[in-house]
């Protein structure tokens, strides 16, 4: 599965940005979808997933409430919603698609075997 994140950018703090994750090569509906994140000298940090089929969606506690996570199968795209930026939010996001994702490792980076080249998001404060 080769990944492509997209849709970041440099904005206020309390405002808004939609990433995309835009599969090719295969089908995603097939595949749980997970973002991630890594904050400058820390470690890659998991931020929400969702389900082949979208019925199911977690999120971590940083961003629940402000973030929603969607997807488009027939658009081979996943989404995350990022409302109420705030300065902390700053960060390399990446998506990761994973066929064997479960609920015990969903916030596990092995668990996840293919992995997009992460769009910068920096919240200004």
């Known amino acids: 599965v080769q990944l492509q994140a997209s849709g970041g950018g440099l904005v206020q703090t309390g405002g808004s940005l939609r990433l995309s994750c835009a599969a090719s090569?295969?089908?995603?509906?097939?595949?749980?979808v997970g973002w991630f994140r890594r904050i400058s000298g820390k470690e890659r940090e998991w931020v929400s997933c969702?389900?082949?089929?979208?019925?199911?969606?977690a999120y971590a506690d940083s961003v629940k409430g402000r973030f929603t996570i969607s997807r488009d199968n027939a658009k081979n795209t996943v989404y995350l919603q990022m409302n109420t930026l705030k300065p902390e939010d700053t960060a390399v996001y990446y998506c990761?698609?994973?066929?064997?994702?479960?609920?015990?490792?969903?916030?596990?980076?092995?668990?996840?075997?293919?992995w997009g080249q992460g769009t910068l998001v920096t919240v200004s404060s």
């Open positions: 990761a698609a994973s066929r064997s994702v479960i609920l015990s490792n969903i916030g596990a980076v092995g668990a996840y075997n293919s």
């Open positions: 090569g295969v089908t995603l509906a097939g595949y749980a």
């Open positions: 969702i389900s082949g089929s979208g019925s199911r969606k």
